[in-house]
Nanobody
């Protein structure tokens, strides 16, 4: 399994921005896709975005489309989620994940990071 380490979470006011990073731990990222999910207490893990590692193709949940941008740096084996125009409803623990094919459900990913908290105040 791939080891993933998220960073970049924090507290921001509504309308602000954060950039999350997802780094593979000391290995070349060989998975097909990397995804971002988020979760709030008592709710299921929610799909946010996915990137196809080979060509950078992306797909987003409707709730973040136009506000979030997923990119990757092949040389650093790191994915980035740029989050702009943040809303209080974006508050959640954000997880990155690696998988072998396109998926928008958590079950489609085999490796997960530990999560990073994002809190958006109103």
């Amino acid at each position: 399994q791939v080891q993933l380490v998220e960073s970049g979470g924090g507290l921001v006011q509504a309308g602000g921005s954060l950039r999350l990073s997802c780094a593979t731990s000391g290995r070349t990222f060989r998975s097909i896709v990397m995804g971002w999910f988020r979760q709030t207490p008592g709710k299921e893990r929610e799909f946010v975005a996915i990137i196809v590692w080979s060509n950078g193709g992306t797909y987003y949940a409707d709730s973040v489309k136009g506000r979030f941008t997923f990119s990757r740096d092949n040389a650093k084996n790191t994915g980035y989620l740029q989050m702009n125009s943040l809303k209080p409803e974006d508050t959640a623990v954000y997880y990155c994940a690696a998988g072998s094919g396109f998926a928008t459900s958590a079950a489609g990913f085999s490796s997960w990071g530990q999560g990073t908290q994002v809190t958006v105040s109103s």
